[in-house]
């Protein structure tokens, strides 16, 4: 199963309608979309609005692959787990977010190498391939080194100084647990920058 969830802050229906669209061209009947309050209705996957905690912890277990926003909610279940996660950052020319700082986090925390990112729709199928002839990958450390603590929160501080408000220390820590083995491959389906800030938080 390909689980596909945008968080519970914005929709995000440019990546749900790419989602729908690979799944029609592949024949993948095997799609669930989480949409939030999206106005896209999907064609050819199984969606719902929302999930509660219980429902989205069984089936990201149960899923093959993650696809994402760049939401670090998403982003560090998927790794808490081993899964294989696709992400597409949220552009604020679109309006789907106040700014580009899930693309700004992707470039940053790019050299963990444990996260694909397509940075648009047009890349988004390739990279689900891709995604899709990886196996289960190695759960990531459930203690954060102490140093990338001090690197993620000094990129927040002086990267984006408006988010320090909104992200806590327990995020901060989460986001550095998402460190751990890049994924090795010559495959140019595999390079791309990789995101993740904030799923719960004001800045979406």
Not at 30 to 51: C, E, N, W
Not at 142 to 150: D, F, G
Not at 155 to 178: G, N, T, Y
Request: hydrophobic residues 40%.
């Amino acid at each position: 199963m390909i689980l596909v969830t945008v968080g519970s802050q914005e929709p995000f229906d440019r990546l749900i309608i790419a989602v729908d669209e690979w799944a029609a061209s592949s024949g993948r009947s095997d799609v669930f979309a989480q949409i939030a309050a999206g106005t896209y209705r999907p064609k050819h996957v199984r969606f719902t609005g929302f999930l509660d905690p219980p429902e989205f912890q069984h089936l990201i277990r149960e899923a093959k692959i993650v696809v994402a926003h760049a939401g670090m909610g998403s982003i560090i279940a998927a790794l808490e787990l081993g899964k294989p996660i696709v992400v597409m950052p949220r552009l604020a020319r679109f309006r789907e977010t106040r700014n580009d700082h899930q693309v700004a986090a992707a470039k940053h925390f790019g050299e963990q190498g444990r996260i694909i990112v397509a940075r648009d729709e047009q890349e988004l199928p390739e990279k689900l391939e891709y995604a899709l002839t990886l196996g289960q990958r190695d759960r990531i450390d459930t203690q954060a080194s102490p140093q990338l603590i001090a690197t993620i929160r000094a990129f927040v501080d002086s990267d984006f100084p408006k988010l320090r408000s909104c992200i806590s220390e327990d995020q901060v820590v989460a986001a550095a647990k998402a460190e751990g083995p890049r994924i090795e491959s010559s495959d140019p389906r595999a390079d791309s920058t990789r995101p993740g800030p904030l799923e719960k938080s004001t800045c979406a």
